[in-house]
Antibody
Framework: QITLKESGPTLVKPTQTLTLTCTFS??????????VGWIRQPPGKALEWLAL???????SYTPSLRTRLTITKDTSKNQVVLTLTNMDPVDTATYYC???????????WGQGTMVTVSS | QSVLTQPPSVSGAPGQRVTISCTGS?????????VHWYQQLPGTAPKLLIY???NRPSGVPDRFSGSKSGSSASLAITGLQAVDEADYYC?????????FGGGTKLTVL
């Protein structure tokens, strides 16, 4: 059974760096084809894909946030970490991590973690 | 502005059939990329509803169906039930990057 859970701060100040951790079980990020993605959703708004990392350390980012995003993995800890620099109030959102395989859908999602950006 | 365009809202009475469209372009759906659909019940994480245009994951009722033609895709829900009231999102790829639609709120009257 695949499960994922996001963790991190609930409140960050403008200009700070957000670091979120996705801890998962039921699969390994060392298995060929496996990936973990991050998706966010501002309150009352649509889903926005942020980043993806695969078993072979291949990474991709949404173009609009590429310069601010970094995604990494720790296979031994079953964790994926997302950092987003220079946080702004518009980055206030629920952040989800999700499991997928190459060119497959996000078939399992974490519960999400709400992050508010405010001074 | 989402790359994939969905109607902001649709509604229907219990038992009726509704469809939700997802319109893309030649760089995403029209390029042959598959479309996936997610259902997001209020206050919960999205759940995979349809994958690879037409397939239902185990446990999804056959009241839900998907189709794709050209640069567009559609989600159809028949025998509408109150529990179907949710937000629905399409997802595909654009130049190999993940893109979502803007979401559609389904209201069951």
């Amino acid at each position: 059974q695949i499960t994922l859970k996001e963790s991190g701060p609930t409140l960050v100040k403008p200009t700070q760096t957000l670091t979120l951790t996705c801890t998962f079980s039921g699969f390994s990020l060392s298995t060929s084809g496996v990936g973990v993605g991050w998706i966010r959703q501002p309150p009352g708004k649509a889903l926005e894909w942020l980043a993806l990392i695969y078993w072979d350390d291949d990474k991709s980012y949404t173009p609009s946030l590429r310069t601010r995003l970094t995604i990494t993995k720790d296979t031994s800890k079953n964790q994926v970490v997302l950092t987003l620099t220079n946080m702004d109030p518009v980055d206030t959102a629920t952040y989800y991590c999700a499991h997928r395989r190459t060119y497959s859908p996000f078939d399992m999602w974490g519960q999400g973690t709400m992050v508010t950006v405010s001074s | 502005q989402s790359v994939l365009t969905q109607p902001p809202s649709v509604s229907g009475a219990p038992g009726q059939r509704v469809t939700i469209s997802c319109t893309g372009s030649s760089s995403n759906i029209g390029a042959g990329y598959d479309v996936h659909w997610y259902q997001q019940l209020p206050g919960t994480a999205p759940k995979l509803l349809i994958y690879d245009n037409i397939n239902r994951p185990s446990g999804v009722p056959d009241r839900f169906s998907g189709s794709k033609s050209g640069s567009s895709a559609s989600l159809a829900i028949t025998g509408l039930q109150a529990v179907d009231e949710a937000d629905y999102y399409c997802q595909s790829y654009d130049s190999s990057l993940v893109v979502f639609g803007g979401g559609t709120k389904l209201t069951v009257l």
